[in-house]
């Protein structure tokens, strides 16, 4: 029996792997941090006996909350998740596996690997509507890449996503991909109309050394970059730098920044109510787009989320509130869950890549609903 990590996005400690009945886990922080949580690792085991691993150390984790009601996600062709028997029980993650094969992964949620957002940035080029633009580096040396979609004109409004400050909530680069696949759709009219009236500023990873690394939250200096917006800088944040910049020459329409929530089993956003310029005309936008958004998907809701910040509170060193406050536009952290959506759970998916991928798509509508009172 084996348990190995030494992949893309690989992360798990291996205490004890003796026998499948007892199997011991721990998951290695992020480097230069405390932060730990995603996971992703494969069993190779000739044993048809079940399998119990225990991941140990999730008590200590980031959202000990988070493995509540959790289920982890497996995969025998790296294709297809599906979710496992999993308890949270004396403090330990308990995975009960029935073997269908010898070699199996398991992850925290389905895997974004860095082959497939390399693939996503160059199909997205090669579609003829879109311009891949290289930033500048990472500190491991990698590119932080930015797609422009539309041809840039003027009198277009610039609408900016972002997705995976986090690496670990790699169900915000599944959601971008299923946004760009209907974005990039000549026969779809919400995305002609769209391009239209606006041009899309998309990164679709914005940490990826992060994301290579199996961190849950931080880069390869062990910075949490959704706390950067106000003073990032090339040695520590270069990923907000560069990106923060294009944004100031460019200019800001609408922003959304896609992430993903441990502990809420439900889709949400967070707003800029807390900003110092928030006003009317912002909050009319806001209310807005979530009547679109809810109208157009039973994934979306507005009843569970974050606690409002009081007026003037907000943490500026957030991205959406530090681009409400920079650009007085509408602009939103959007959330999907680790576990599933209550109000439409699936028991042998939970949320999934795929459904991330439809609620991108579908957040195209409410994007079209607000896109002429923007600016
Ligand atoms: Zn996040």
Redesign the pocket.
Known sequence: MKITCNFDSGNIDVIKADSPADIQLAIRKDNNSDFYQWFHFRLNSSSPEPHTLRITNVKESAYPGGWQDYQAVASYDREHWFRVDTHYINDELVITHYPEAESVYFAYFAPYSYERHMDLLHQTQASGLAQLLELGETLDGRDMSLLVVGEPSATKKKIWITAR??PG?SMAEWFVEGLLDRLLDEDDAVARRLLEEAVFYIVPNMNPDGSVRGHLRTNAAGVNL?REWQTPSMAQSPEVYLVRQKMLEIGVDMFLDI??DENLPYNFVAGAEGVPSYDARMQQLEQSFKQALLAVTPEFQTEFGYELDAPGQANLTIASTWVAEQFKCLSYTVEMPFKDNANLPDAAYGWSDVRSMKFGADTLVAVLAVVKQLR
């Open positions: 400050q986090h909530e959704n992430h993903g």
